[in-house]
C-alpha cells in the first residue's frame, strides 16, 4: 500500500526566499500526482498535476517535480509572498487504488 | 463555472443525532469521494462511489452510510454509531480515468455538542 511522508511538517520563512517543499512515497507504480494548497478552514485547491510520464510542471512561481526512482517529489515556490502561507498537501494515484494523501506542509511566510 | 457544492458549511450534532452532509456536483465526474480530515493530520477515505447506485467503503466507514442516486449527488450521513464524528468533512470527484486529477469542495466542518 502507498505510504506518503511530507517534509517538513511545518516551515516558517521570511518574504522573498525560494523554497522547497518535500514529499516521499514508497510505490512507484503511480498514475498521477497531485499537488494541493488548503487555507485554514477551507477545502483543497489544486496547484499542480504531473502524469505519470511528464518529470515536471510548473504554473507561475509554482515547479513541481517528480522522481519515480527516488520516490520524491518537490514543489518549489519562487519568490514566497505571504499571501502562500497555508498548508500544502501531496497525493499519489496508484493503478488501480485510490489517491494517497501525505500530511502535509504548513507554510508561513512572514513579510 | 463548474465545480463541488457542500453544504452546510458548519454543523452542529446533538448525541445519539445522525446527520447528512450535502455534496453536489456539476462537472459530470463519474466518481465521488467523502474524505475525513482531523487537525495535525491528513485526509482518511471514508466511502467513494465510481458509478450511479455503487459505492465502496474506504479506511475509516464504520459509523458513516452513503447513497449514490443520481450521478451529481453523492450525501454522506452521519449516523449515531460514529462516537467521535467531530471534524471537516471534505467531498471530492474526478473525471473518468483519474487523468485530470480530483477536485474538491470548500468542506463541512461537524462539531458535536
Same mark, same amino acid.
Given at each position: 500500500k502507498q505510504e506518503v511522508t511530507q517534509i517538513p511538517a511545518a516551515l516558517s520563512v521570511p518574504e522573498g526566499e525560494n523554497l522547497v517543499l518535500n514529499c516521499s512515497f514508497t510505490d512507484s507504480a503511480i498514475y498521477n500526482l497531485q499537488w494541493f494548497r488548503q487555507d485554514p478552514g477551507k477545502g483543497l485547491t489544486s496547484l499542480l498535476l504531473i502524469q505519470s510520464s511528464q518529470r515536471e510542471q510548473t504554473s507561475g512561481r509554482l515547479n513541481a517535480s517528480l522522481d519515480k526512482s527516488s520516490g520524491r517529489s518537490t514543489l518549489y515556490i519562487a519568490a514566497s509572498q505571504p499571501g502562500d502561507s497555508a498548508t500544502y498537501l501531496c497525493a499519489f494515484h496508484n493503478y488501480g487504488q485510490n489517491f494517497v494523501f501525505g500530511p502535509g506542509t504548513r507554510l508561513s511566510v512572514l513579510p | 463555472d463548474g465545480g463541488i457544492t457542500q453544504s452546510p458549511k458548519y454543523l452542529f450534532r446533538k448525541e445519539g443525532q445522525n446527520v447528512t452532509l450535502s455534496c453536489e456536483q456539476n462537472l459530470n465526474h463519474d466518481a465521488m469521494y467523502w474524505y475525513r480530515?482531523?487537525?495535525?493530520?491528513?485526509?482518511r477515505l471514508i466511502y467513494y462511489s465510481q458509478i450511479v447506485n455503487d459505492f465502496q467503503k474506504g479506511d475509516i466507514a464504520e459509523g458513516y452510510s452513503v447513497s449514490r442516486e443520481k450521478k451529481e449527488s !453523492?450525501? $454522506?450521513?452521519?449516523?449515531?454509531?460514529?462516537?467521535?464524528?467531530?471534524? !471537516?468533512? $471534505?467531498?471530492?470527484?474526478?473525471?473518468?480515468?483519474?487523468?485530470?486529477g480530483y477536485t474538491f469542495g470548500s468542506g463541512t466542518r461537524l462539531t458535536v455538542v
Open positions: - | 480530515q482531523d487537525p495535525g493530520q491528513g485526509l !453523492f450525501p $454522506l450521513t452521519v449516523t449515531s454509531a460514529q462516537k467521535n464524528p467531530t471534524a !471537516f468533512y $471534505l467531498c471530492a470527484s474526478i473525471p473518468p480515468g483519474g487523468a485530470e
